[in-house]
């Protein structure tokens, strides 16, 4: 049984940081693409950043150059540091299994101006 459970969100200031995590359970971990996934209220959900089992990443225009994306194949966890945030940026981060229907409970972010 697939599981991935975040943590790391909270409440911050503009220009404050955040480092979310997201533990996975009952996949071959290291092979996996994973992904970063935010969804505001009235939006859809849009994706943040992914990083490949080779750690190339990828990452949407609007968080390039403040987010990193990263991974820990030994403990079965991704991350994402979440730097410079901005109001906009407040959502419910979500963890995923890419191109897979498996997602966490989701940690809410919040950013205060």
């Known amino acids: 049984q697939v599981q991935l459970v975040e943590s790391g969100g909270g409440l911050v200031q503009a220009g404050g940081s955040l480092r979310l995590s997201c533990a996975a359970s009952?996949?071959?971990?290291?092979?996996?693409?994973m992904a970063w996934y935010r969804q505001a209220p009235g939006k859809q959900r849009e994706l943040v950043a992914r990083?490949?089992?080779?750690?190339?990443?990828d990452y949407t225009d609007s968080v390039k150059g403040r987010f990193t994306i990263s991974r820990d194949n030994a403990k079965n966890t991704v991350y994402l540091q979440a730097n410079s945030l901005k109001p906009e940026d407040t959502a419910v981060y979500y963890c995923?299994?890419?191109?897979?229907?498996?997602w966490g409970q989701g940690t809410q972010v919040t950013v205060s101006s």
């Open positions: 009952g996949i071959i971990f290291s092979i996996n693409t």
């Open positions: 990083i490949s089992s080779f750690g190339s990443t």
């Open positions: 995923n299994l890419y191109g897979m229907d498996y």
